[in-house]
């Protein structure tokens, strides 16, 4: 009945509409793979709203359920991010932009070093905490128990939390 709604004009997948838990994502590599169930455009919503409340705006996309928005894929993919609160409040800290939604370049990726000349790009960026930076801090520090300011320490001044 509200499909019309929730369909855009552009391409989507699959998952986007039929609740896909038991699809796994052929694109992982090694054999791990992931649920893809949480790309759906109606369900994660209510559970975005449900899990973060006013601080989930963070993950929608500005342009409503028809995207489901890289700000979405980058958090709720992981199970060990959107499960702790801690991570949540840091990502809502140091990400949002006045209206709550992702801030603007927070996602861009860091160049490969052939390509970067000296250019700071992407570097404090989602991308690279979510990659790189806190996988490797998780392993010897329980960021559950630190202060903000502790989790900035640890994963470096590039992630301070600017102006706020």
């Known amino acids: ?57 963070l993950l929608v996309s500005k342009d409503g359920v028809t995207a489901f928005g890289d700000a979405s894929e980058q958090f709720l993919s992981r199970q060990w991010l959107k499960s702790s609160a801690k991570l949540a409040e840091f990502v809502w800290d140091l990400y949002r932009d006045r209206d709550g939604h992702m801030r603007k370049n927070a996602l861009d990726k860091v160049p490969p070093p052939s390509m970067a000349n000296g250019s700071r790009h992407g570097y404090g960026g989602v991308r690279r905490l979510l990659e790189g930076v806190l996988p490797r801090v998780k392993l010897t520090h329980d960021i559950d128990v630190m202060t903000t300011k502790q989790i900035v320490k640890v994963c470096g001044e590039e992630f301070a939390l600017r102006g706020r």
């Open 1 to 57: 009945m509200w499909f019309d709604q929730l369909r855009a004009k552009r391409t989507q997948r699959h998952e986007h509409f039929i609740p896909a838990e038991g699809l796994k994502n052929p694109l992982e590599t090694l054999g791990t793979t992931q649920p893809l169930g949480y790309r759906h455009a109606v369900r994660s919503g209510f559970r975005i709203a449900a899990r973060f409340g006013e601080r989930g705006r």
